[in-house]
Nanobody, 123 residues
Framework: QVQLVESGGGLVQAGGSLRLSCAAS????????MGWFRQAPGKEREFVAA???????YYGDAGKGRFTISRDNAKNTVYLQMNSLKPEDTAVYSC?????????????????WGQGTQVTVSS
């Protein structure tokens, strides 16, 4: 089992920045690809970004251009730096882990999920 706990969400004005963190425990973190997803009220879950254990990254449309995913294997933590935030970025952001990165990046699936953290961007 892998336990994932997100933090760093909150209320921010449009144009502002937030950095989300996801702390993992339970298994060898470096063996897992990690990802961020988001879900806004009334909408389907949307893929934001993924990062493999070797640091390679892949972004969905939601994450391209303004968001950066990174990881610190020594701290068992993955981050999502979000800049130039817009009201349409308002959602619950969740991190995910899977040993098969393509499940996260292309299938909107993962073996393990965090509870999510709310991000609200005011106009």
């Amino acid at each position: 089992q892998v336990q994932l706990v997100e933090s760093g969400g909150g209320l921010v004005q449009a144009g502002g920045s937030l950095r989300l963190s996801c702390a993992a425990s339970g298994r060898t973190f470096s063996n897992y690809a990690m990802g961020w997803f988001r879900q806004a009220p009334g909408k389907e879950r949307e893929f934001v970004a993924a990062i493999w254990s070797n640091g390679a990254t892949y972004y969905g449309d939601a994450g391209k251009g303004r968001f950066t995913i990174s990881r610190d294997n020594a701290k068992n933590t993955v981050y999502l730096q979000m800049n130039s935030l817009k009201p349409e970025d308002t959602a619950v952001y969740s991190c995910a882990a899977d040993q098969i990165g393509s499940r996260i990046a292309t299938m909107n699936r993962a073996a393990y999920w965090g509870q999510g953290t709310q991000v609200t961007v005011s106009s």
